[in-house]
């Protein structure tokens, strides 16, 4: 991929070209316009860096946050609707699109969505029209959401049990998922009793892995890089005896 300039080493896939100033991706200031000169190149990071830049309204990590996981979900999962729960400013859902257009359409659904979700998916369909029409941001409860064995549900730092709402919704429409948790909270969070073993909040997310091969899911683990977030575990998984893509023929 192309790549903002300034440090990020440790990044899949990044090439960093070396100035005097610093890119730091685990930021949450806002992407400005004048940010965009660190996003060189016509690789298609590059570019989205540059379109949001000019959007002015993302928090730095959020965009490669949402790139590490968007392409983490595509090397496994192809096909069906797309589903983000708990969106934010849905941009994982546009990326997921962005990335691999074997999914027809997605929807992006928050309680509260951003006042700037909105401009910002008008932005990314300005920069690649292919996406016009085809996310829909709804401001809703989650489990209001109905959800089929085609869908690809992602969520990406649902705070809490909200993860694991997400993953019981997924579960009880054997449709495929995706989480990157966060803010695991052991009074809230099944550990599975692991917690006298290991960390409380690896012991949430082992849990919730073994919930899922329980419930005859496949599970696969992956890593966002930590220099992205420290929250990094990478959650995905799909109802066994299917293919890798076997929403395509949803």
Known sequence: MGAA???TSGLSGSRANVRAVVLDPR?????????AR???GEELFARLGRVVCAADCLPRKELFESWEVARRV?????GGRVVDLACGHGLVAHLLLLLDDSSPSALAVDERLPP???PLAAALARAWPRLAGRV???????????LGPGDLVVSTHACGALTDAVIARAIAARARVCVLPC?????????????GWMDPALAIDATRARRLADRGYRVTTALVPEGITPKNRLLLAEPA?????AGARA
């Open 136 to 146: 829909e941001l709804r401001q809703a409860a989650l489990g209001g959401v109905a």
């Open 183 to 195: 803010c695991h909270d052991v009074e809230t969070c099944d550990a599975g009793g692991l917690d």
């Open 116 to 118: 700037s979700a909105a």
């Open 74 to 78: 595509r090397r496994r999962m192809r």
């Open 241 to 245: 005896g299917e293919g890798l893509d």
């Open 27 to 35: 930021s949450r200031t806002r992407l400005k316009p004048a940010t």
């Open 38 to 40: 660190f996003f060189v």
């Open 5 to 7: 300039v300034g440090h």
